[in-house]
């Protein structure tokens, strides 16, 4: 749904952006959705914070509802931007600054310390301010920090860019055949009118010529009447 009120059917692209953070690798799960203008218009994207998650109320690239505002999005050009570029973009302003942090979690918090934890808006570990972290040999400290099944560990393969660039191309042109047809369609209806409308025009202009004949034979015979009955006389 627009602001405006206004609802479309978008191609939806949802994974990870990689990014790295203090030594430390992480994924920061996001949604990309293209717009029916698309590579024309810049897409729109979101972070999706996982349950044990919260977006950074202090981030310069999120907005707190989760929209990305990074400046290549709001500097999209076609065709020298494209989603390979924008999730590189992505990437490095996360990198420098984590858009979400960490829930306090553990079983084995204490109720003050979760208290204490949900108190401030800091991550409850400095070094973790995502979730998550990429090949640290299974700690337990991470363990708890899983993304839900719909968000893959990786980042969003080529082929999926490839596959949904080919699909905004063809619902582009297919939508402009279907433009280039209705018109079409319209412009022989008028034809059709037109020729419907000279071909009356010529019914009755022949039925005019038909009287016109008529009336001047009725004209000569009532002259030739008039001049044999001046000769009688």
């Known amino acids: 749904y627009y602001n405006d009120g206004t609802a479309k059917e978008l191609l939806c692209l949802y994974g990870t952006v990689t990014c790295q953070y203090k030594g430390n690798r992480y994924n920061i799960p996001i949604e990309i959705f293209l717009q029916p203008e698309h590579p024309i218009v810049a897409p729109v994207a979101y972070v999706k914070p996982t349950p044990d998650m919260y977006v950074s109320p202090t981030s310069r690239d999120v907005q707190p509802d989760g929209t990305v505002i990074i400046p290549y999005m709001r500097n999209w050009r076609h065709p020298n931007s494209d989603l390979?570029?924008?999730?590189?973009?992505?990437?490095?302003?996360?990198?420098?600054?984590?858009?979400?942090?960490?829930?306090?979690?553990?079983?084995?918090?204490?109720?003050?310390?979760?208290?204490?934890?949900?108190?401030?808006?800091?991550?409850?570990?400095?070094?973790?301010?995502?979730?998550?972290?990429?090949?640290?040999?299974?700690?337990?400290?991470?363990?708890?920090?899983?993304?839900?099944?719909?968000?893959?560990?990786?980042?969003?393969?080529?082929?999926?860019?490839?596959?949904?660039?080919?699909?905004?191309?063809?619902?582009?042109?297919?939508?402009?055949?279907?433009?280039?047809?209705?018109?079409?369609?319209?412009?022989?209806?008028?034809?059709?009118?037109?020729?419907?409308?000279?071909q009356e025009g010529d019914k009755k202009l022949q039925i005019m010529i038909n009287e016109a004949q008529q009336q001047q034979i009725q004209a000569q015979v009532f002259t030739l009447s008039f001049v044999i009955f001046i000769c009688v006389f």
């Open 84 to 198: 390979n570029n924008l999730i590189n973009a992505m990437s490095d302003a996360f990198s420098q600054s984590p858009p979400v942090y960490s829930n306090a979690g553990g079983g084995s918090t204490t109720a003050a310390a979760a208290a204490a934890t949900h108190s401030t808006p800091y991550p409850t570990h400095t070094s973790m301010p995502m979730p998550s972290v990429i090949g640290t040999g299974g700690s337990t400290a991470n363990t708890s920090h899983s993304y839900p099944y719909g968000y893959p560990q990786t980042q969003i393969p080529q082929d999926v860019y490839r596959d949904s660039l080919q699909t905004a191309v063809f619902d582009k042109v297919r939508n402009r055949l279907d433009e280039t047809l209705q018109i079409g369609n319209a412009q022989i209806d008028s034809l059709r009118k037109t020729e419907q409308d000279l």
